[in-house]
């Protein structure tokens, strides 16, 4: 992987965080009505000079290409604008909530493909066993469960039934001023429900491909040689096989992340866990649109952060792709 | 005198090849009952049952099962949760079907123009449509069905508009495959036009995992209509599952059924189309079946 490499790769995400900013310009104009209206919030009740500085600010009595090249501008100096209805910056606004929303996110992924790798590796020694039927219909059974309901099902669960996990929020009032271990713990422990509704549709995806991956590559001729130079099973398993099979996998966690960020726009707002999607769902409801397309960018910068990451491990797990270009 | 021979045996059509496939997995044979039995009772089940879904009839918060009125039982208002049930489907399938046919035009269109003529088309294609990949797409979703009033169709538009990238590229995949073998060159040197070549001769050979894929797209757009309803950006006026689960969730731990029976029947909607799915893949692959 050669700096170029990562300059265009690099160049490239910026180039598409451009366009999301012209996407959310164009959607403002496009939108019925006056753009100064739509930016104040229908619910706002909006005065005349509250109109008539948005105007100014956004130079909505310019050309179109001005008014462009203003908003490009003031996003990329972090300007996203003001919230009328939070009456704050967005950018602070988002601030608050990013980071719930990327520990859940990332809690879920990482959780999803740990544990569906490893079931579909299991699976894959016996591809006619148990395990493998089990894969099968858990895989399809994910695919069909909306994970809005499954969140709620565990709420129904958890909060009467078996009271082990908290059903709502990030941490516990009680806790707030407890020491740093303290509410970590507590934080982990809210974690475990929606991680674990987010995770579980992935998981299932990644179980039955990682099934299906893992039985292309034990069937190769490395793994013949591996067999033949009397290697035992389980090395055989895992440590040759698995890590050919991770390749598409890689490739597909890459793809899934946009879905699971709009998969935890539902979780969060099942649980009031306080990150960008419930954020997102409270200024969509209250039409604050300089929020909504804060929110926007924001989750489609994690996307690109994603998949850059995912493009430069893939040539680091790939040697075959290190020269490149 | 010559003795007309007799004709060649050419063996079942692919097409009917694949339905005896399909027609001997058992899973995808339930799921196809299963989604016509839905489909029925959605059309047809307000014709018997004609109890108004919006209307307040009872307590709020029956049971199932404990009035033979309301076998299904009330929601937190007291509406019957049969009645809803059955004039939600209705919508719901539809807002399903119509986006996953939006969904798939954007990307047969786009895919097949990037994949056929390549170059500098599919490349700035092919940009578009990672740049659609980036956006998150139930909140673009949210963002389309806010911007422009919640109707059934601007639903189904703003589902198809974030979702056709995968079909996009499967279609790409499946044109650049098929437009190197020889019967695509035999009619190009035959001077086939183009449009004919795209739709005619190399469509119907790419069909069978575009069917597979349009049919995994409805149970998507199906599940997304019910998480932009539940959400309540759903159309106001118009029953469905998604709505109904929204509406009762604040109540769940008074009354677990008002949301499991809805959730339920998406479960089973999405479910049933994904066997179908499922099994028509198999039967069009009949060499991955053993996996």
Same mark, same amino acid.
């Given at each position: 992987?050669?700096?170029?490499?990562?300059?265009?790769?690099?160049?490239?995400?910026?180039?598409? $965080?451009?366009?999301?900013?012209?996407?959310?310009?164009?959607?403002?104009?496009?939108?019925?009505?006056?753009?100064?209206?739509?930016?104040?919030?229908?619910?706002?009740?909006?005065?005349?000079?509250?109109? #008539?500085?948005?105007?100014?600010?956004?130079?909505?009595?310019?050309?179109?290409?001005?008014?462009?090249?203003?908003?490009?501008?003031?996003?990329?100096?972090?300007?996203?604008?003001?919230?009328?209805?939070?009456?704050?910056?967005?950018?602070?606004?988002?601030?608050?909530?990013?980071?719930?929303?990327?520990?859940?996110?990332?809690?879920?992924?990482?959780?999803?493909?740990?544990?569906?790798?490893?079931?579909?590796?299991?699976?894959?020694?016996?591809?006619?066993?148990?395990?493998?039927?089990?894969?099968?219909?858990?895989?399809?059974?994910?695919?069909?469960?909306?994970?809005?309901?499954?969140?709620?099902?565990?709420?129904?669960?958890?909060?009467?039934?078996?009271?082990?996990?908290?059903?709502?929020?990030?941490?516990?009032?009680?806790?707030?001023?407890?020491?740093?271990?303290?509410? $970590?713990?507590?934080?982990?422990?809210?974690?475990?429900?929606?991680?674990?509704?987010?995770?579980?549709?992935?998981?299932?995806?990644?179980?039955?491909?990682?099934?299906?991956?893992?039985?292309?590559?034990?069937?190769?001729?490395?793994?013949?040689?591996?067999?033949?130079?009397?290697?035992?099973?389980?090395?055989?398993?895992?440590?040759? #096989?698995?890590?050919?099979?991770?390749?598409?996998?890689?490739?597909?966690?890459?793809?899934?992340?946009?879905?699971?960020?709009?998969?935890?726009?539902?979780?969060?707002?099942?649980?009031?866990?306080?990150? $960008?999607?419930?954020?997102?769902?409270?200024?969509?409801?209250?039409?604050?649109?300089?929020?909504?397309?804060?929110?926007?960018?924001?989750?489609?910068?994690?996307?690109?952060?994603?998949?850059?990451?995912?493009?430069?491990?893939?040539?680091? #797990?790939?040697?075959?792709?290190?020269?490149?270009? | 005198?010559?003795?007309?021979?007799?004709?060649?045996?050419?063996?079942?059509?692919?097409?009917?090849?694949?339905?005896?496939?399909?027609?001997?997995?058992?899973?995808?044979?339930?799921? /196809?009952?299963?989604?016509?039995? +839905? +489909?029925?009772?959605?059309?047809?089940?307000?014709?018997?049952?004609?109890?108004?879904?919006?209307?307040?009839?009872?307590?709020?918060?029956?049971?199932?099962?404990?009035?033979?009125?309301?076998?299904?039982?009330?929601?937190?208002?007291?509406?019957?949760?049969?009645?809803?049930?059955?004039?939600?489907?209705?919508?719901?399938?539809?807002?399903?079907?119509?986006? &996953?046919?939006?969904?798939?035009?954007?990307?047969?269109?786009?895919?097949?123009?990037?994949?056929?003529?390549?170059?500098?088309?599919?490349?700035?294609?092919?940009?578009?449509?990672?740049?659609?990949?980036?956006?998150?797409?139930? /909140?673009? &979703?949210?963002?389309?069905?806010?911007?422009?009033?919640?109707?059934?169709?601007?639903?189904?538009?703003?589902?198809?508009?974030?979702?056709?990238?995968?079909?996009?590229?499967?279609?790409?995949?499946?044109?650049?495959?098929?437009?190197?073998?020889?019967?695509?060159?035999?009619?190009?040197?035959?001077?086939?036009?183009?449009?004919?070549?795209?739709?005619?001769?190399?469509?119907?050979?790419?069909?069978?995992?575009?069917?597979?894929? &349009?049919?995994?797209?409805?149970?998507?757009? +199906?599940?997304?209509?019910?998480?932009?309803?539940?959400?309540?950006?759903?159309?106001?006026?118009?029953?469905?599952?998604?709505?109904?689960?929204?509406?009762?969730?604040?109540?769940?731990?008074?009354?677990?059924?008002?949301?499991?029976?809805?959730?339920?029947?998406?479960? /089973?909607?999405?479910?049933?189309?994904?066997?179908?799915?499922?099994?028509?893949?198999?039967?069009?692959?009949?060499?991955?079946?053993?996996?």
């Amino acid at each position: 992987m050669n700096a170029a490499y990562i300059l265009r790769r690099l160049f490239y995400g910026v180039l598409m $965080m451009l366009g999301v900013v012209i996407l959310n310009f164009l959607l403002i104009r496009l939108a019925p009505g006056d753009p100064a209206v739509v930016i104040a919030g229908e619910m706002g009740g909006a005065t005349e000079e509250m109109l #008539a500085s948005i105007r100014a600010e956004y130079g909505l009595d310019k050309p179109v290409l001005t008014q462009l090249w203003i908003y490009v501008s003031s996003v990329a100096q972090g300007d996203l604008g003001q919230s009328f209805f939070f009456n704050q910056p967005v950018s602070s606004l988002i601030g608050q909530r990013i980071g719930p929303t990327i520990l859940l996110v990332l809690t879920a992924q990482v959780l999803s493909i740990l544990l569906g790798v490893f079931l579909g590796a299991v699976a894959a020694r016996k591809p006619h066993g148990v395990l493998s039927a089990f894969v099968g219909v858990f895989a399809t059974i994910g695919y069909a469960v909306p994970v809005f309901w499954t969140g709620i099902m565990f709420i129904i669960l958890f909060a009467s039934v078996l009271p082990w996990f908290p059903v709502e929020g990030m941490q516990s009032v009680r806790l707030r001023d407890a020491d740093l271990w303290t509410r $970590m713990l507590d934080v982990t422990h809210h974690l475990v429900l929606p991680a674990l509704t987010l995770a579980i549709i992935y998981l299932a995806q990644y179980a039955r491909l990682t099934r299906a991956s893992m039985l292309d590559a034990l069937s190769s001729e490395y793994i013949r040689t591996a067999r033949a130079k009397g290697l035992n099973e389980r090395s055989v398993v895992f440590s040759h #096989a698995l890590r050919n099979a991770l390749l598409p996998i890689l490739t597909v966690a890459g793809l899934q992340f946009g879905n699971l960020i709009s998969g935890a726009l539902l979780v969060e707002t099942v649980f009031n866990w306080p990150g $960008m999607g419930r954020l997102a769902f409270d200024s969509i409801l209250r039409r604050d649109y300089p929020t909504i397309m804060g929110v926007l960018f924001f989750a489609s910068l994690m996307v690109v952060i994603a998949n850059l990451i995912t493009d430069f491990s893939y040539r680091l #797990a790939d040697p075959r792709l290190k020269d490149e270009q | 005198m010559t003795t007309i021979p007799p004709p060649v045996d050419v063996g079942p059509s692919p097409s009917a090849e694949a339905w005896r496939m399909f027609r001997r997995n058992v899973p995808a044979m339930i799921g /196809l009952f299963l989604l016509v039995v +839905i +489909i029925a009772v959605t059309l047809y089940g307000a014709i018997f049952y004609t109890a108004d879904p919006y209307e307040i009839v009872w307590a709020p918060h029956e049971a199932p099962g404990v009035t033979p009125d309301f076998p299904l039982g009330t929601d937190y208002l007291g509406r019957d949760i049969l009645a809803g049930i059955l004039s939600g489907g209705g919508p719901t399938l539809a807002v399903g079907a119509a986006a &996953a046919a939006i969904t798939m035009v954007i990307g047969l269109l786009l895919g097949a123009a990037a994949g056929f003529f390549g170059g500098w088309v599919d490349n700035l294609l092919m940009r578009v449509t990672e740049f659609f990949q980036v956006l998150p797409t139930l /909140l673009f &979703a949210m963002v389309l069905v806010t911007l422009f009033s919640p109707s059934l169709f601007v639903i189904a538009m703003a589902i198809g508009v974030v979702s056709w990238p995968q079909t996009a590229r499967l279609t790409r995949a499946e044109f650049l495959k098929i437009k190197e073998l020889e019967y695509v060159l035999a009619a190009r040197a035959s001077g086939t036009r183009n449009w004919r070549i795209m739709w005619r001769i190399i469509l119907p050979n790419a069909a069978p995992p575009l069917i597979v894929s &349009a049919t995994l797209t409805v149970g998507v757009a +199906i599940l997304f209509e019910a998480g932009l309803s539940f959400l309540g950006l759903g159309d106001p006026n118009v029953m469905s599952w998604g709505l109904m689960i929204g509406a009762n969730r604040d109540y769940i731990l008074d009354a677990w059924w008002p949301v499991t029976i809805p959730g339920i029947a998406i479960f /089973l909607t999405v479910f049933a189309v994904s066997l179908v799915g499922d099994g028509l893949n198999d039967a069009f692959n009949p060499r991955l079946r053993r996996r």
